[in-house]
């Protein structure tokens, strides 16, 4: 039974920090390119960034670049997105996703909020 299941978000203050954790099972993680996608309110999925099967690639939308960080362990078969300086226009519902031609699976999403 394939599982991803992110935890780590929460209320923080613009300027904060947070890190999301995705633990997958269920699948041969690292055979799969690992993304974090987020839905704001009333929007649509929007891509956040991604990273290669090695963990040699990674990518970044223009809106997070500089601010997020992608990784991934595949010792442990977990991705992560350490957030910092974040905004108000971050606040989403952040998923991860994991895809190879073999399969494309979803987490069910953990909630972050930046406001003051």
């Known amino acids: 039974q394939v599982q991803l299941v992110e935890s780590g978000g929460g209320l923080v203050q613009p300027g904060g920090s947070l890190r999301l954790s995705c633990a997958t099972s269920?699948?041969?993680?690292?055979?799969?390119?690992m993304y974090w996608v987020r839905q704001a309110p009333g929007k649509g999925l929007e891509w956040v960034s991604h990273?290669?099967?090695?963990?040699?690639?990674?990518y970044y939308a223009d809106s997070v670049k500089g601010r997020f960080t992608i990784s991934r362990d595949n010792t442990r078969n977990t991705v992560s997105l350490q957030m910092n300086t974040l905004k108000p226009d971050d606040t989403a519902v952040y998923y991860c996703?994991?895809?190879?031609?073999?399969?494309?699976?979803w987490g069910q999403g953990t909630q972050v909020t930046v406001s003051s």
């Open positions: 996703n994991a895809r190879n031609w073999a399969g494309n699976y």
């Open positions: 269920g699948f041969t993680f690292s055979l799969y390119w």
């Open positions: 990273i290669d099967k090695g963990g040699g690639s990674i």
